[in-house]
C-alpha cells in the first residue's frame, strides 16, 4: 500500500540535534521557583536497629527548611508491589515491608532514613552531615549462600528466614535425561553483581500546583506507571497527580522502577507547599539505585556421545539485596534466568529450582537483558565445555543442538512459543562472515609462538516485548499494552504522541518513519509528544525490548484510522471509490491516474479547519488513538563472536574483532537497530570485563566511584560490526520483533568463550566474570602450565 | 557529592599566593588543574578552610630547555608536556607517559606540578620525576630551596613540602648519550591509575649496561626506586636473563597492597613482568641511539 517506504531506511536520528547541541532538557534543568533542595541521610550500617534520629542541629543551620524523618511519613505506603497472591501464594513469595524511609531498622548501606529540604543542595549536604543517627549494628548477612545457612541474621525477622522466594519448574524428565546421558558436564557460575550506571542518574522535581494538583517531573522510563504507583503509595487521587518524563539520559531497566524518593518529593512538596528537587549524585546512584545480576547458578547439561543435548538442570540462587523492588518483583532476574536457560537448543528435559533470598545489600532488580545475560553465559559455557569434552568443534555442537529453521514455531520446555528464528542461518552467516576456519588457522600458529587468541560463540533466542498476556501467569498485577495518539492539525502537520518512553533509542525517528509510510506525510512533519500524562495516553512506558513491537503497533493502529478517514475525505472530494485511492508522498491518488489527487494537508485542512467541507455523517477531526496489546512475548535472535588476545605475561584481554549477526524481524531503521546493538554490546563488555560492585564482610560498598566500579568508555570498545538476517514474525503489526537489550546480553558469553577458548590449552575452567587482567592472569597461572610472553 | 563551604583567593604571583597560605596554615590548599583536588572535595574527603588558585599567576607553565635537559614550570598542563618538541627530542618516555595520564579532557587541565605535589603513587609524573632525578623547586615564606626527588616523595599523598610552600619548577637534568628508556604501565581501562607500571633507562657501553635506573609505581605508599635491581644491571651485558633476574629483583623491592582492583601478589609479579619488558626496550633503544 505505502509508496514511499521509509520503514527500512537508514534514517538519520531526528532527535540527536537537540541532544547534540545541548537543547535537551533534563530535570536538573527545571528550574522553578521557591525551590528547595533535598539531601537524603542514608544509612552508614548494612544493618542495624534505629535508635534516635536527632535532626536538631541540622534543622539550625542557616538555609535549611526542614528535616524529615521516617516518623514524619507514617501516612505512606510502603513500597512494593507483590506477586499476585493467586499465582504465587504466601510463603511461595514473601513480601517484605519496605518503608519509604527507614523506621526501626536500617538493612544496607545507603537505605534512606531522613531527608533534609533546603535552599541550596550543598547546605542539604552540609546540614545531612549533621543528622546524628544512634544505631544499634545487628550481624550482616553478605554472601547469598551464607544468608540460606540457619542461624544467619534475619533482615525480615517476620518471615523465619531470609528466603522470599523459592519455586521449581521445567518439563520432562531431566533425571532421566542425565542419568542416561554419555557426558554430563557441570559448573557453579557466579555472575558479578553490577548498576546500571546511566549517565543521568535518577532525579525527580515535584510541584505542587493550584488545587491541590501535584506535578512530577522525573527521570523515568515509565511515567504512567510511575503516576498510578505514587498515587497509590500516597493514598493520592491519581488524576490530581501529573508525572512528566523530560528527556532522560539513560535508563537501562532502573529506570523502569517506581522509587521511594519519587513518593517522597511528592510527599514533602505537598507537605511545604513548594517545589523540592532532588537529583541523584554518583554516589547515591551506587548505594542507592538498584543493584542487578547477583546470581549463583549451578548447571549441568546431559549430552550423548555424538553431543546432542539430552536434559538439563539448574539450581539458581538470586541475591535481591534488601527489598524486593517496586512494581517488578526483584526475583525476576532469576525467574527470566531459569525460564531463558534451554535458549535455542532442542531441550525436552529439563528441571530448574529457583530460591531468592535477602542479603544486607542494595536492592537488586531488572537490567538490561533481565536474567537473560547469564542464561546465555551458563548455557553457551557449558555448550562450549562439552565440546571440548567431546571432541568437537564448538560451532558443531551448536550446529547439533540449535532447533532448525523447519522446527519453528517451536514451544520451549519452560513454555515458551517461539514463533520463528534464524538461530541456524545467522550461526552460519557468522562463522562465514568472521572467517572461523582461518582463524583457527591462525590460532594453532600464534600458540606456537606463545601467543593466546581465542574465538568465543555465542547464539542466543532473546525474549522481547512483554505484552500483559506475558506477565499474566507471571502473577504481575499490572498490565503492559501500549497506546499513540496521532492527531493532524490544520496545516497537515502530526502530533504523534505515545506511552512508550524513548530514553535513548530514538523512537521519535522510528514511528516517524512508520507514520510517514501510513499516512503519506514526511518525517519533518511529525511532532513527538511522550512522557507527559497529561498529554499521553496510558501507557507502560520503556523496557524489555517493547516498544516497537507495542508502541509501533499503537502508532500504526492509530495511523490506519486516521488512513481510513482521509480515504473517505479524499473519495468524497475526489468523486472515486475509497479502493480506487491510494497514498503516495504527500497526497492521496487515483490508482492509475496520479494527476488526479488530493493534498494530505487539504484533507487535514478539511477535517479540521473546514469541516463544512466534509462528507455528510463525517465528524470533524482527524485524529485517532489505538489502544494495542502486544503479543505476550516475540523472539529476536542473535549469534556474536569475539576474538580475544590475551597477554599471557599480565592477563590483560584485547577484542580486537567482534561480530554480530542479528534478526530482529522487519527493521524499521537499520542505523538505529545497529547503534542498539553496539551500545548493548558496550555494556555487556562492561559485565564481562570490568563492572563489579564489592562489598567488605561488614556490607560496606567498596565500588562506590568511577574509579573502583570501571565501566568501559568509548575508547574501550572495539569496532563491532554488524550483519543482519530479517525474519519477519507472523504476530505483529509489520513483522517487527524487539530489539534493544541483545547486545548486553550476547558480549558476556561471547566474551568469556572466546577466553576459556584462548585458555583451553592450560585447562583452565572460565566462570566467573569479570574477566579482569587479574583473574585472567590466575586462570593461566595457577593452572600449571606456564608461557613466557 | 558537593563539597563544603570554602575560602577562595585568586593569586595573582607566586608572592601573593605565598602570602594567603601562610595566613591560613595547614587550612589553606593550593588548586591547580583541580584534577585530583575537586574529586576530593566533592568526596568530602578534604574539607579546606581556602583554596589559593594559581592558574592566572603569569609564566609558570613554561617549558623551557635548560643545560641540555628541561625545566617545566608547575603549571604546565600534562597535554602540554604530550606535544612539546623539545620533550619528544630529550625525554621522550615523558610523551610516551604522558599518554597514560587520564584521558585528554584531563590532560588539558592537570597540571604536572599538581601532579608531582599530590603524589599519587600511581600517578606517572611522580615516577618519573624520580626515574630522572629530577630536581624539584619550591617557593616559601623562607624563601626558595630545591628538593631531589628521592626525598620529595615521602609518604602515601604527602611530600616534603611545607604549608605555605609552592612547588614551582621542576629540572630534568640531561641523560647520557647512549640511553634508551622503557615504559610499561597495565591498567584496567586506558587512562585508569596504573595497578603497575614500570620505567626503566639503560646507558649502554657497548654491549654492558654502564647505569640503569628503574622506578615504579601503583606498587607502593610512594613511588620506588629499585636499588637492588639497578645494582644488579650495571656493569653486565644486557641479555634477556638478566632482565628477567632484575625484574624478579625489582618485584621483591616493591611494596604494593590490595585493593579491588588487583591483589598485592598479582602487582608484585607485574612489576618482574613489566620491568623485564621495560629493560628490554629501554636497551633495544640505547643500542640504537
Ligand atoms: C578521571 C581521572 C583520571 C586520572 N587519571 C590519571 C592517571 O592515569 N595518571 C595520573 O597521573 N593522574 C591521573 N589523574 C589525576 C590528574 O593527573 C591530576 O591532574 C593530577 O594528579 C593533579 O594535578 P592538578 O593540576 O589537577 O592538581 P590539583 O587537583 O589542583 O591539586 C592536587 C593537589 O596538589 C596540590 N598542588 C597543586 N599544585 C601545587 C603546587 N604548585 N604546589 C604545591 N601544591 C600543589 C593541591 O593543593 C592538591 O592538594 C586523573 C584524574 C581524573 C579526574
Known sequence: MAVTKLVGARVTRVEDPRF???????????????????????????????LAVDAKQAEALPGVHRVFTGADIASLGPMGQPFRADVFPHPVFKQCVWPCLATGKVRYVGEPIAAVLADTRYIAEDAAELVEVQYDPLPAVIDPEAALLPGAALLHEEFGDNVVMKVSGGGGDADAALRGAALVVRDRFRTNRHCAMPMEGRATLAAPGPDGDLTLWTSTQTPHLVRSRVAAIMGFPEQKLRVVGPDVGGGFGLKCHVFAEE????????EVGRPVKWIEDRREHFLGSFHAKDLVVDCE???????????????IIGDLGAYSADPWPSPFEALQ???????????????????CVCTNKTTLSVYRGVGLPAAVLVQE?????????????????????????????????TGLHYDSSSSSDALEKGLAAIDYDGFRARQRAAREQGRLLGIGICTYIEMTTFGTHYWAPLGIEHSAYESATVRFDAQGGVTLSVGTFSHGQGHHTTYAQMLADELGIAIEDVRFEQGDTSATAYGWGTWGSRSVVAGGGAVVGAARKVRDKMMRIASHVLEVAPEDLEIAPGKIVVKGAPQRSLAVREIARIAVYSSWRLPPGEDPGLEATQYYDPPPVTFANATHIAEVEIDPGTGRVEIPRYLVVEDCGVMINPRIVEAQVVGGIA???????????????NGQLLTTSLMDYLVPTAADVPDVRVEHIETPTPLTVNGVKGMGEGGSIGAPAAVLNAVADALAPFGASVRELPLHPERVWRLIHESGSDTRA | MKPPAFDYVCARSLDEAIDALGRRPGEAKILAGGQSLTPMLNFRLAHPGMLVDINRIPGIDAIRDDDGGVRIGTLARHRAIEVSDSIRKKFPILTAAAAHVGHLAIRNRGTFGGSIAHADPAAEWPMLALLLDAQIEAKGPQGARTIPAREFFTTFLTTALGDAEILTEVKLPALPAKTGWGFEELSRRPGDFALAAVAAIVTLDGKTIKDARISMGGVGGTPLRAPGAEALLRGKPADAALFEQAGKKAAEESDPSNDVHATADYRRHLVSVLTRRALTSAAEKAAQG
Do not use: W
Not at chain 1, 547541541?21 to 542495624?48: D, F, K, N, T
Not at chain 1, 513518593?263 to 505537598?270: D, G, S, T, W
Not at chain 1, 546432542?308 to 539450581?315: F, N
Open chain 1, 381 to 413: 559455557q557449558l555448550m562450549d565445555v562439552a565440546a571440548r569434552k567431546l571432541g568437537l568443534d564448538p560451532a558443531e555442537i551448536r550446529r547439533r543442538n540449535l532447533i532448525a529453521p523447519s522446527e519453528f514455531p517451536y514451544d520451549s520446555i
Open chain 1, 337 to 355: 534466568l531459569a525460564a531463558a536457560l534451554p535458549g535455542p537448543y532442542r531441550v525436552r528435559h529439563y528441571a530448574y529450582d529457583v530460591r
Open chain 1, 263 to 270: 513518593v517522597l518529593a511528592c510527599f514533602f512538596a505537598r
Open chain 1, 20 to 50: 547534540l547541541c545541548g537543547q535537551a532538557r533534563y530535570v536538573e534543568g527545571i528550574q522553578l521557583p521557591g525551590m528547595l533542595h533535598i539531601a537524603y541521610v542514608r544509612s552508614a550500617h548494612a544493618h542495624a536497629r534505629i
Open chain 1, 301 to 315: 547439561m546431559g549430552f550423548d556421545a555424538d553431543g546432542t543435548l539430552l536434559g538439563m538442570r539448574a539450581d
Open chain 1, 683 to 697: 555494556q555487556g563488555l562492561g559485565n564481562a570485563l570490568y563492572e563489579h560492585h564489592l562489598y567488605d564482610e
